[in-house]
């Protein structure tokens, strides 16, 4: 067997991922993508190890997810320096690299409901077997007590004070009663930057590392922001309810949408802006999370909480 081409693709944080193709490979597809640990770093919890990422893959795909196809994974770290997992590339390209720009196609929008309510009908018990529960509690006190941790953990980062997050917080807690204990294996990334499609129809969801069990709600108000820009909500709710999902009531997706921009903020500093600062991190794409992606990210969460407030007036 001869590796022919190889591409190492620029970007993530705690994996490694190239593109290669071979020639010889008897069975094996010709054209491959190699996802390894970084060599030398301790694994997160909050992060999917290869061989459950390989068994989660395997499960979609017999249930009918445009996903990639697994092909192989290797927990010793002998091969590799660390655990590696195979999966067959898949045709088509990123739908919008650009995490901040939204998709230009309508059906791609249309077709990411579909994918999301086929990830979300499957049982958590057998397909979601050894995913992490999202949080210890999932009833409305469950929900309270995260939220709670979350505001705790943005007052002590934040720099300064914020009106923005400051109305967030109080609305998310005057409205986390809306909450209910509903479970679903959820992506946690699951927006345009993550998928690939060709000729406007989606051909594979990208990146499970960060998938765990929690509420559908999780992904819907994540994705929200970029599916309005494109459709209407009430379109893409209707595909996925086609495609098997269940109702999320609107308020519960406002209470993710904005709990998202919170979260996402929270790591945007911890991991990046506290990095830099800190002195453990001189990458450029770090130091722009706190000196760029933070303030974009304040943007956005500005927006959706005006929308709500604008429609609930």
């Known amino acids: 067997m001869e590796v ?34 970084i060599p030398g770093r301790a694994s997160s919890d909050a992060f999917l190890s290869e061989a459950l990422q390989h068994q989660l893959l395997e499960k979609l795909a017999g249930a009918g997810m445009r996903v990639p196809r697994p092909v192989l994974v290797e927990n010793d770290p002998v091969w590799l320096d660390a655990a590696f997992l195979l999966v ?43 995913l ?32 923005t997050m400051s109305a967030v917080i109080s609305w998310l807690r005057e409205n986390v009663d809306c909450m209910d204990d509903r479970r679903a294996i959820v992506h946690n990334d699951m927006v345009f930057h993550n998928i690939l499609a060709q000729d406007d129809q989606i ?10 069990i929690g509420h559908p709600g999780e992904d819907l108000g994540y994705c929200y922001p970029v599916v309005i820009a494109v459709t209407d909500w009430s379109k893409f709710m209707d595909a996925y309810r086609a495609a098997g999902g269940a109702d999320v009531p609107q308020r519960q997706i406002d209470f993710f949408a904005l709990r998202a921009g919170l979260r996402l903020m929270n790591l945007v500093i911890s991991g990046g ?33 005006n929308s709500i407030l604008e429609r609930q007036s």
């Open 203 to 212: 051909t594979a969801v990208l990146d499970w590392e960060q998938c765990a």
């Open 88 to 130: 067959e590339q898949v045709a088509g390209s990123t739908v919008q690299p650009d995490y901040w720009l939204p998709a230009k196609s309508e059906q791609v929008v249309l077709g990411l409901a579909r994918e999301m309510a086929v990830l979300h009908a499957q049982p958590v018990d057998t397909v979601g077997a050894g």
């Open 4 to 37: 022919t081409a190889f591409r190492l693709i620029v970007g993530g944080r705690s994996r490694q991922t190239a593109l290669f193709s071979i020639a010889g490979g008897a069975d094996l597809p010709r054209d491959m993508v190699i996802q390894r640990g």
């Open 273 to 305: 802006r506290d990095s830099f600062e800190g002195g453990l991190n001189d990458d450029i794409l770090v130091a722009s999370a706190g000196a760029h992606f933070t303030q974009r990210l304040l943007h956005r969460i500005a927006f959706m909480l």
């Open 132 to 163: 992490r529960q999202a949080r210890e509690r999932h009833d409305v006190e469950g929900w309270r007590a995260e939220l709670e941790l979350l505001a705790e953990q943005w007052t002590s980062r934040a720099h300064w004070q914020s009106v």
